[in-house]
């Protein structure tokens, strides 16, 4: 399994940005998608998860502000992130997960940087 992230960069507060990763996974079905995100100093932590049964989880800091899309015929999620603050700022990690016999398996996106300046 694959994961290619693209955009973040850098940003005013109270500016947008949109997040893309494209999962190539061919043999495996994928269960889950989304987006954690690690900021200096800190572990990771989830911001968005869309599952196949179609229930999004959201960290209760990006609610409301960021929407998680999921296209399973492209196998691609999206993260758009309006009204950004300067806690935002993380590199923002591409995530896919399956289940496998005993336990479940994460992939992982090699990371986009996300800089809000305030």
């Known amino acids: 399994v694959q994961l290619q992230a693209s955009g973040g960069g850098l940003v005013q507060a109270g500016g947008s940005l949109t997040l893309s990763c494209t999962v190539s996974?061919?043999?495996?079905?994928?269960?889950?998608m989304g987006w954690y995100r690690q900021a200096p100093g800190s572990e990771r932590e989830l911001v968005a998860l869309?599952?196949?049964?179609?229930?999004?989880q959201y960290a209760d800091s990006v609610k409301g502000r960021f929407t998680a899309s999921r296209d399973t015929n492209k196998n691609t999620v999206g993260l758009q992130m309006n009204d950004l603050r300067p806690e935002d700022t993380a590199v923002y990690y591409c995530n896919a997960g399956h289940f496998i016999a005993g336990g479940y398996e994460n992939f992982w996106g090699q990371g986009t940087l996300v800089t809000v300046s305030s």
């Open positions: 869309i599952y196949t049964t179609g229930l999004t």
């Open positions: 996974a061919s043999d495996v079905k994928i269960f889950a």
